[in-house]
């Protein structure tokens, strides 16, 4: 199933996995939280990327990637 849109709620403890495992949509500049890159959507052509993207999303230990998907 297509991801429609990516994003973060509150709570981020900046731990990088996210960016580790999908740095073509996720990113945490130091000293801040986790966002989600501008332009990610053209990764998301990608079916790996999609997935890199839902494993970032299941292993996040604070549970604050949101993926909604279609």
């Avoid at 994003?7 to 900046?14: L, Q, V």
């Avoid at 996995?17 to 949509?25: M, N, Q, S, T, Y």
């Avoid at 000293?31 to 990327?49: N, P």
């Amino acid at each position: 199933m297509p991801i429609r849109r990516i994003w973060i709620d509150e709570g981020c403890i900046s731990c990088n996995l996210c960016e580790d495992l999908a740095p073509e949509v996720f990113e945490v500049p130091v000293g801040a939280d986790c966002s989600v890159r501008s332009g990610y959507r053209a990764a998301l052509e990608d079916k790996a990327v999609v997935a890199q993207v839902v494993e970032a999303a299941e292993s996040c230990p604070t549970e604050v990637i949101i993926v909604e998907r279609d």
